[in-house]
């Protein structure tokens, strides 16, 4: 049955800025917002006072009033909150990463798939305009056969907040490669097709978050010292396709070296060339008709608001009746990448990738 955007009463778990952030998109699209729920006392204060709806310190309060849930709480409660929605056949649109842990994504993806629900999963940059125009390229055959993406998403200091839980392994799952690098897969895989992962090598490094001396200009939370930070601020690592197709990732929060958001798709008609933050993006190929000549192309877009598209997409779906677990199943997919890159830097070597 077809619906509206109007008729689908949502609530959001985990009321600190991100679900503050989906809040304002949920305005701004006429979605009606019922409710919120959070542990915080401060952070349902602030969102009740802000948006006028109510709220609670109990998730299930808040989905007996709801069609759709946007989940945005720390990683390792992805999957209490996200597999219940499920089981109700709430649909869920839940930040990214899927969760913390391999299992526990294994967990979530499972009840997505028994759901009559809508299951997406935050990959936002799919949204972008620039990244919409490599695709329609990709798709029309333009780029020819894609054999290998670079995809760099690196700060030179940008530790989210040391001793926030961004910077706990026991909360987040990681560090860089789980909150940058979860961004960087599956962009990658998603303008490869998604293919079958079949191995991945990597080495994820933390070398500046726990330096009593870490020099930085800004940082998104408060700096609380290098006490608690166990995870990595970096990560180098080579992905490999059942049918070899390729994906190089350079992720960081920390590092010496310039800021590079640029993602390289490379095809044997074209190869196109696009900064993932800014949008810049260029077409670079060769040709022999007439004298043999080099051809590099800027395209020029409007820069568009991600997670807008994001909510639009997900809120359209669910009034036109289209539901699935498709985004979830690939979100499990980056997640057992990720999974694979870790437990390759702790063992040495390269690790196959099931499933």
């Not at 690196?154 to 026991?170: A, E, K």
């Not at 991945?200 to 200009?217: I, K, M, P, W």
């Not at 877009?301 to 809120?315: A, K, L, M, P």
Request: charged share 25%; glycine share 10%.
């Amino acid at each position: 049955m077809t619906t509206a955007r109007g008729d689908i009463r949502t609530g959001i778990v985990g009321l600190g800025n991100i679900g503050r952030y989906h809040a304002e998109r949920l305005l701004e699209l006429d979605v009606p917002l019922v409710g919120g729920m959070d542990v915080a006392t401060d952070a349902r204060a602030r969102f009740a006072g802000r948006y006028d709806v109510d709220v609670y310190d109990d998730y299930r309060e808040l989905y007996d009033d709801v069609d759709a849930v946007i989940i945005t709480t720390p990683n390792k409660y992805h999957e209490e909150y996200a597999v219940e929605a499920f089981e109700r056949d709430l649909h869920v649109l839940l930040e990214k990463p899927l969760a913390h842990s391999l299992e526990s994504a294994e967990r979530i993806a499972a009840a997505a798939a028994d759901s009559d629900s809508l299951g997406t999963v935050g990959f936002n940059n799919r949204f972008a305009n620039t990244v919409r125009i490599v695709k329609n390229r990709i798709e029309r055959g333009e780029l020819g056969d894609v054999s290998h993406v670079e995809a760099n998403y690196v700060r030179r200091r940008g530790i989210p907040g040391r001793g926030s839980w961004f910077t706990r392994r026991q909360i987040a799952g990681g560090g860089a490669l789980i909150d940058l690098g979860v961004h960087a897969i599956d962009l990658a895989l998603y303008l490869l097709g998604y293919p079958t992962v079949a191995e991945v090598t990597g080495v994820a490094r933390g070398e500046f978050g726990s330096q009593e001396e870490y020099a930085y200009l800004e940082m998104w939370g408060d700096d609380a010292g290098p006490a608690g930070f166990d995870v990595d601020d970096s990560a180098s690592a080579f992905i490999r396709t059942a049918d070899d197709r390729t994906i190089s990732l350079e992720v960081a929060w920390a590092t010496n070296r310039p800021v590079n958001n640029e993602f390289v798709v490379r095809g044997t008609g074209s190869a196109a060339v696009f900064d993932l933050l800014d949008g810049d993006l260029s077409i670079h190929s060769a040709s022999a008709a007439g004298p043999d000549h080099l051809e590099d192309t800027s395209i020029e877009t409007r820069q568009n608001d991600t997670h807008t598209e994001e909510q639009r997409t997900f809120f359209d779906s669910i009034a036109a009746g289209d539901v699935g677990d498709e985004s979830v199943r690939q979100a499990l997919t980056v997640q057992r990448v990720i999974d694979g890159i870790y437990r390759s830097s702790e063992t040495g070597g390269t690790v196959a990738i099931d499933g």
